[in-house]
């Protein structure tokens, strides 16, 4: 389990890649932005954190489903986070296209630095049984 | 804020390769899906499109714009369709309903021709 320390530069270049530019987000105190915790799923070791039970999925098969947060409070520059993942649901779908399509539900449970659970992450990831063909 | 409010706003005029770049270098997602047309056309695509949470983010963007930043308590967005470069990208919010400090509001992405991206809804505290 590693510590994510929230970060006010990592918010703001966030924010402006969301093309946002408040200033809420460029100040030391910067709440983040709803779906700030998504820099932190890219950053646990692959096969962990957000990614677990996506580890032999192919790239070019793969599709984001569904994502969900919740918030107990808002996060802030200078919050320290830890993270726990699980995989919630597993299941497989028979495609419009042909092919079975598998699908992973992920939560991640955020902790800040006096140990209290302050987010949740959900998130369902797709991959599909063939190659699109659009 | 009361139940049926709605609000729209083109959020994109016109989608830009260069955004899905400047979202993958900030949120670390670099599957080149997003950014390498080789890859995206060798996975059967006609090209790069954009990362869902990118869409998602610009959403996100949309609602903390309408309601305050700190005021998210919930975000869902399931992701119904790709957004392509050129595209023109619209987010609609539409109040649900209203509770004790809080408020239920659900929340879409469309393109100009009125496809949908992303069907999506939000807690948001009063």
Redesign the interface.
Known sequence: MSEWHVERG?IW????????D?D??NKDDA?I???FP??I???TPPGGGERRGRERMD?????????????VR?LRAGDVLTTESSVKEQYEKEGKRGGTMQFVVTETVFRDQSGEIVAYARGTTIQTG????? | MKAGDTLEKVMIEKVDRAMFVRYAGASGDFNPIHWNEDFAKSAGYPGVFAQGMFTAGVLATFLTDWVGESNVRRFRTRFVGQVWPEEQITCRATVESVGEGSAEVKLEVVNAKGERKIDGDATVAL
């Open positions: 990592k270049e966030f924010a402006r890649a969301c093309l946002n408040g809420a987000y709440v932005p709803p779906t998504r820099t799923a890219f950053w790239m070019r098969r793969v599709l984001h489903g569904e994502q969900e947060y919740e918030y808002p063939k190659a699109a063909t659009s």
